[in-house]
């Protein structure tokens, strides 16, 4: 019963910044590559930031490099995204998955989902 749980999300001006959590059940969530996506009304799911399962290889999608920070904590089975300066375009709901693909960046390669938390930028 792999579960991940969402939180942080909220309504920010521009600019402003927002720490999202995802906290896992998984007693192997240590072993785990784990990332963010998100995901607008009307629009695809879309890739936001990878980490490995020792938490020093990352990944980021070009629109959120620089402004974005993913990192983890394996002792309390939790990952984290960091995102600074945010932008309106960006508001989506936010979603961690466990990697278990060979594609990072598609949510195909992604088998178990956190139920999102809203993240709203306003202009």
């Known amino acids: 019963q792999v579960q991940l749980v969402e939180s942080g999300g909220g309504l920010v001006q521009a600019g402003g910044s927002l720490r999202l959590s995802c906290t896992a059940s998984a007693p192997t969530f240590s072993l785990d590559n784990m990332g963010w996506f998100r995901q607008a009304p009307g629009k695809e799911r879309e890739f936001v930031a990878a980490?490995?399962?020792?938490?020093?290889?990352?990944v980021y999608a070009d629109s959120v490099k620089g402004r974005f920070t993913i990192s983890r904590d394996n002792a309390e089975k939790t990952v984290y995204l960091q995102m600074n300066n945010l932008k309106p375009e960006e508001s989506a709901l936010y979603y961690c998955?466990?990697?278990?693909?060979?594609?990072?960046?598609?949510?195909?390669?992604?088998?178990?989902w956190g139920q999102g938390t809203q993240v709203t930028v306003s202009s």
């Open positions: 980490v490995n399962w020792g938490g020093d290889s990352t």
């Open positions: 998955a466990r990697h278990r693909g060979t594609n990072t960046y598609s949510p195909q390669s992604y088998d178990i």
